[in-house]
Structure formats: structure tokens, C-alpha cells
């Protein structure tokens, strides 16, 4: 089957750093996928793994290790615009998205 | 680059009334559109594919002849809603993905979404 785990919620604090966890299982993997949602609008692409390591890209990294089926995605010197959810995502053999349900984080001053 | 444009991005329509949502990629070539629905906290939810020129591959469970998909060039594609009902009423987000070759093949781009009232 395909399952995509990511933790439903997380809390951080203005300025610190986040990391937001996924685990999948799906049939054929063409990469994963992180993105931005801020409620009420549409997601925002924010990295794309195919190969395993880290992509950094400002202040915004993501990792992946295929052996496992796990990815992350590193935020630092977090502000309250990152106030959103963080939606997980793999590409399957068919080039289709399959979507984790999202984790929503809230950042605190 | 990869900007995707939707209109409208509000609509509120009376119970039984069709209504016309176009996905437009301003800046690209899109080979594959994707049509999403999203309620409330909940996750995206994809409803269709569209490629170019052939029909629709839709999700089971579905409608296709009540979520009409057309997807008549490169760059436009639209998603009718026919007789809509009060639970119709979501978001509709579309997606597209770019043409072989060109360094964003596998990424989709998403359009701001249209919120759907259904009176």
C-alpha cells in the first residue's frame, strides 16, 4: 500500500529551529516533495529530493534517505510568517503525487 | 518563473447552477494539469489529471460527468462543476506540471485555488 506519515502539529519559537518529519511506503518513488500552505491558500513548492542528502536552499533544508523511506525538512531562524502547514509528498512510478495530510506548525514569539 | 493563475478565486452559486473554473500556467508550457479539492484541515484530495489534448483520468469515486475537465491547449485548462450542490461547496486547487525536458518536469505548480460557495 502507500502511506505517508508526518506529525499532525508542532509548536516552535521565534528564531529557533524546526525539523518536520515523514516517513513513507509507496509503490515506485520518483522523488519527494515539500510544500507551504498557508490557510486558506494554495501550496507553495519548496524543495524537491530524488537523490539521498541534503538540499539546502536558504533557510529552508530538506533531506532524504531512500533506504529508509524517511525525509525531513529543516527550518531555521524561524519567523511567524513560516506559521503554516508543511505537506509531504512522493512521487510514485506513475509520476502521480501522493499526499502526506500535512503538519501544521505554529510558531511562537 | 512557473506561475499559475485561477479564476475566479471566489464564486458563490445557487443550488443546481454550473460553474467554470480556469487553470491558466502564465509562464510555461504545462503537458499534465491536476485538479484538487481541499476541505477544511483537511488534506488535498486529487480529483483529476488532464493531459493535453486527451481526456481526463479521474480518481474513483469521482463523477466525471459532474466535474467536466477540458483541458484545450498548453497553457489552459478548466473544470466545470455542473448542477452544483451545498456539498460541492470546497476548495478547488489546480496544478501543472511542465513539459519534458525542462528543469521542473517533475514539479507541480500550484494556481491560488477557488473557494466554491454552493447555495
Known amino acids: 500500500g502507500q502511506n505517508i506519515d508526518q506529525p499532525t502539529e508542532m509548536t516552535a519559537t521565534e528564531g529557533a529551529i524546526v525539523q518536520i518529519n515523514c516517513t513513507y511506503q509507496?509503490?515506485?518513488?520518483?522523488?519527494l516533495f515539500w510544500y507551504q500552505q498557508h490557510a486558506g491558500e494554495a501550496p507553495t513548492f519548496l524543495s524537491y529530493n530524488v537523490l539521498d542528502g541534503l538540499e539546502e536552499k536558504g533557510r529552508f533544508s530538506s533531506f532524504l534517505s531512500r533506504s529508509k523511506g524517511y525525509s525531513y525538512l529543516l527550518l531555521k531562524e524561524l519567523q511567524m510568517k513560516d506559521s503554516a502547514s508543511y505537506l509531504c509528498?512522493?512521487?510514485?512510478?506513475?509520476?502521480?503525487?501522493?499526499w502526506g495530510a500535512g503538519t501544521k506548525l505554529i510558531i511562537k514569539p | 518563473g512557473a506561475v499559475v493563475s485561477q479564476h475566479p478565486s471566489r464564486v458563490i452559486c445557487k443550488s443546481g447552477t454550473s460553474v467554470k473554473i480556469e487553470c491558466r500556467s502564465l509562464?510555461?508550457?504545462?503537458?499534465?494539469m491536476f485538479w484538487y479539492r481541499q476541505f477544511p484541515k483537511k488534506s488535498l484530495m486529487l480529483m483529476a489529471t488532464s493531459n493535453e489534448g486527451s481526456k481526463a483520468t479521474y480518481e474513483q469515486g469521482v463523477e466525471k460527468d459532474k466535474f467536466l475537465i477540458n483541458h484545450a491547449s498548453l497553457t489552459l485548462s478548466t473544470l466545470t462543476v455542473t448542477s452544483a450542490h451545498p456539498e460541492d461547496s470546497s476548495f478547488y486547487i489546480c496544478s501543472a506540471r511542465g513539459l519534458a525536458g525542462g528543469p521542473d518536469l517533475e514539479t507541480q505548480y500550484f494556481g491560488p485555488g477557488t473557494r466554491l460557495l454552493v447555495l
Open positions: 509528498a512522493t512521487m510514485d512510478s506513475n509520476y502521480q503525487l501522493i
Open positions: 509507496t509503490s515506485g518513488f520518483n522523488g
Open positions: 509562464d510555461f508550457q504545462a503537458t499534465t
